[in-house]
């Protein structure tokens, strides 16, 4: 077992509550078992460790109404659900990067307060949940992350690959970590370390202040763990180590130079300033007696030397040159926007509400509807007509269920073939479509081809998945003419009001170098046909399409700028626009659709 996987384990033992769990970012493999049969062995005995399936229902999670003895009883008997269940121990999430931002925010409320809050079913209870999580994350990709409020909310973020070999650490056992534990209240730190978390932090750009909580707690836990009562600069580098390293967005600023901390000719030869340095010269000289001079001047610069050296040497370079992105964009996968559905799709849940035009009636939140009201409902129904029903139900504990389905994605390409781009650039163009074509069949989704050129915008691929009759198409797409930019814009509002109407997510990819010269009405003219692209465009911001405009120029233009921004859309000049950019710039369209 690596040495600081071994150590968040250790450390997370001995307060799971407090530290909020650990992101663990690996595939299924030996390693991560090997790691969490650690954390199980180090958990004193008769913990809680239980494991969470990825699409646990709301009642199995946090409790509620439970339906047999509830009826049995005539009276609301609450279920305890597994959060509550689990109180003092650790819940194991599985596939935490596919979960639900509904989901996450339900976890983030338990491990902020440890209280389970249940209001709904005829019942108004709480119940204490004071406990630890591990996310497990089985994400292939930098795409697939688990939401960041849950993230932001455990304390350690450990990768582990199957690949990895095993170093020799430091081990513990569950008697030390016990004994941990019952230090743990005794364990003072004093502001200086506090200061000098909280300053590595800021220096590494972590805007979220439960890092630097969480820094304090793991030095003390670390503290703790070593048979200390007062937190040493080892713990403090352990904290570092552990919570600010993996969450650094930047470098620390670089210290100055040689000849920067050199003082000017100026303030050297005024008398002043010679007068100062003799006065310090023999207080210097003694302080630097007493300080080893391979240390760090304070505390500070030892926590931020700790974290930075944690750091890898490959994110370190990538955070030089500005590479490194606070949050990554969603893909947009097969599926459009999601939209609800009375009959068909997967259901999410349930309402009040009768079973009209053929909708389907949710049995058992009809049951739990009705169940806390039974014996009121059957001492009337008997002092009515003196005859006793096992159940009744009325026409108010009705529930339908609530169905959810993706709306398909459709990406429709608008191609400028004009005299202009073809000259220039259309070869290049097409090129680039293609591409984008491919990269929509894989994602299953249906693509259009809409062409401008002379005064006309025809639609020569209507929405298909077939690749290669796009290609064809592509292929056979003459040049020359003028550039009716504003008709080409409305054609693209029309086919994807077409395709929003059907219940489907149009993506409108533009092509052009946005250099329009025939107006709507046909005539040719540079400044009409400016004005009416532009009052074209903002129709379509107006629409609230998700747009892409690619600029098809030798060198980026103010008035493809100018277009991409009056139509809301991103803008992305071809020059600069290989293949993966282009692939990339449409899928972060289509994610925020």
């Known amino acids: 077992m690596q040495g600081d996987a071994a150590t968040i384990a250790a450390l997370f033992a001995v307060d799971p509550a407090g530290l909020g769990g650990v992101a663990l970012r690996s595939p299924a493999c030996d390693n991560r078992d090997q790691w969490l049969a650690l954390l199980k062995s180090l958990l004193p005995a008769q913990t809680p460790l239980r494991r969470v399936p990825l699409n646990i229902n709301d009642t199995a999670l946090l409790g509620g109404l439970d339906l047999g003895a509830t009826l049995q009883a005539g009276k609301p008997i609450a279920l305890k659900g597994l959060l509550s269940q689990a109180d003092g121990g650790v819940l ?186 003799e006065s310090n010269a023999d207080s210097d000289q003694e302080e630097a007696q007493d300080e080893d001079p391979g240390l760090p001047e304070n505390l500070a610069e030892l926590v931020l030397e700790a974290a930075q050296a944690a750091i890898p040497s490959g994110l370190l370079a990538s955070l030089k040159i500005g590479q490194l992105q606070r949050a990554k964009t969603p893909t947009s996968g097969s599926a459009g926007a999601l939209q609800k559905n009375a009959l068909r799709g997967r259901p999410v849940g349930a309402r009040k509400g009768e079973p009209r035009a053929g909708q389907r009636i949710n049995v058992l939140e009809t049951l739990r509807a009705a169940a806390p009201w039974q014996k009121l409902r059957q001492r009337q129904q008997a002092h009515s007509d003196g005859q006793k029903q096992r159940i009744v139900v009325r026409k108010e504990d009705f529930h339908v269920t609530r169905f959810r389905q993706s709306g398909q994605t459709t990406t429709v390409f608008v191609v400028d073939a004009s005299g202009s781009s073809a000259l220039n650039r259309l070869a290049e163009a097409k090129g680039a479509v293609e591409l984008l074509l491919a990269d929509c069949y894989v994602r299953r989704d249906s693509v259009a081809v809409l062409a401008f050129r002379g005064q006309t915008a025809e639609l020569i691929l209507p929405p298909t998945r077939s690749l290669a009759r796009a290609k064809r198409s592509l292929a056979g797409l003459p040049g020359g003419g003028g550039t009716p930019l504003a008709r080409a814009i409305d054609a693209a509002i029309l086919l994807a009001d077409q395709l929003r109407k059907k219940g489907e997510t149009p993506i409108v990819v533009l092509l052009t170098d946005g250099k329009g010269n025939i107006a709507r009405d046909g005539r040719p003219g540079r400044a009409q046909a400016a004005a009416d692209a532009l009052a074209a465009a903002t129709e379509m911001r107006l629409k609230g399409f998700s747009t892409l405009l690619v600029d098809t120029s030798p060198q980026a233009q103010d008035a493809a700028k100018n277009l991409a921004k009056a139509m809301g859309a991103q803008y992305l000049a071809l020059p600069y626009a290989g293949a993966n950019s282009l692939n990339q710039a449409v899928r972060a369209v289509a994610g925020r659709s």
Do not use: Y
């Open 92 to 277: 194991v999430l599985a596939m935490a990067e596919r979960m639900s931002l509904s989901s996450a925010a339900r976890f983030g409320s338990v491990l902020d307060t440890g209280m389970v809050s249940l209001q709904r079913d005829g019942l108004d209870t709480s119940a204490k949940a004071s406990l630890g999580l591990v996310a497990l994350d089985e994400g292939a990709s930098d795409d697939e992350q688990m939401p960041a409020g849950l993230a932001d909310r455990l304390a350690f973020r450990l990768l582990m690959g199957a690949q990895d070999e095993d170093e020799e650490g430091p081990e513990w056992t569950a008697q030390e970590v016990l004994n941990a534990r019952q230090r743990l209240s005794h364990v003072t730190i004093d502001d200086e370390a506090v200061q000098a978390l909280c300053a590595a932090a800021l220096a590494l750009g972590i805007d979220s202040l439960r890092a630097s909580v969480f820094a304090v707690r793991v030095a003390r836990a670390a503290a703790a763990l070593a048979g200390s009562n007062t937190v040493e600069e080892e713990h403090t580098g352990v904290a570092a180590r552990l919570v600010l390293a993996p969450r650094a967005t930047r470098l620390p600023p670089a210290a100055p130079s040689e000849n920067e901390a050199q003082d000017t000719p100026e303030e050297t030869d005024s008398p002043d300033a010679k007068n100062k340095d």
